[in-house]
């Protein structure tokens, strides 16, 4: 059974805001969103995502717009071979999932796949990430680990480099909290 949602956070790390309507199922996703930022320098963009079973990512498409111009990104993983635009992309081959920068949406599908927050564990992933408004595409070893129950979901703490923070999932998978990022505004 399909859940569908819209979901506004308020995304403190890029001053901005994000709005996804997502079609949300145990076994995967599809989102279309909005994002308005201020940081590094002002942008909107306009995503769709799709993952396939086990919230695995299929494709991501993003259009970006600043003062300076307009970046778009049609990224898309096949059969675990990933590519921008047709053209291969080796450095991320092995990744399950595209992290989009500033979005609390993409850590959703991690943790859904492997039930963090409902369960106990620690997984470490490569993830195709997105930098915004830029659209570059890097590799990024990230750690996502259940640190425990909350009344609300659960506290997956993630890592990434030098970067940690304890995200507060709900239930559903969906971030409710994210410090250093961003926090859930409204979910209808």
């Not at 145990?26 to 969103?33: I, Q, S, Y």
């Not at 425990?148 to 480099?161: D, I, K």
């Amino acid at each position: 059974m399909t859940e569908q949602r819209v979901v506004t956070w308020a995304v403190t790390g890029s001053g901005g805001y994000e709005t996804a309507w997502i079609d949300l199922s145990a076994t995967g996703l599809r989102a279309t969103g909005r994002v308005v930022g201020l940081k590094p320098e002002p942008y909107w963009l306009a995503y769709e995502l799709e993952t396939g079973h086990g919230h695995v990512t299929r494709r991501l498409q993003v259009t970006a717009e600043t003062l300076t111009g307009r970046n778009r990104l049609d990224l898309r993983r096949d059969g675990g071979e990933w590519s921008i635009g047709g053209r291969p992309l080796p450095e991320v081959v092995g990744a399950l999932d595209c992290d989009l920068g500033m979005s609390p949406l993409t850590n959703t599908m991690p943790t859904l796949r492997h039930q963090l927050q409902t369960t106990p564990g620690e997984r470490e992933f490569l993830m195709a990430w997105v930098s915004v408004p830029d659209l570059t595409v890097r590799p990024s070893r990230q750690t996502y680990t259940h640190v425990g129950l909350t009344e609300r979901g659960a506290r997956v703490r993630y890592a990434s480099g030098d970067f940690t923070s304890d995200i507060e999932f709900g239930r559903d998978g969906l971030v409710l909290t994210y410090p250093g990022v961003g926090h859930l505004l409204r979910a209808d």
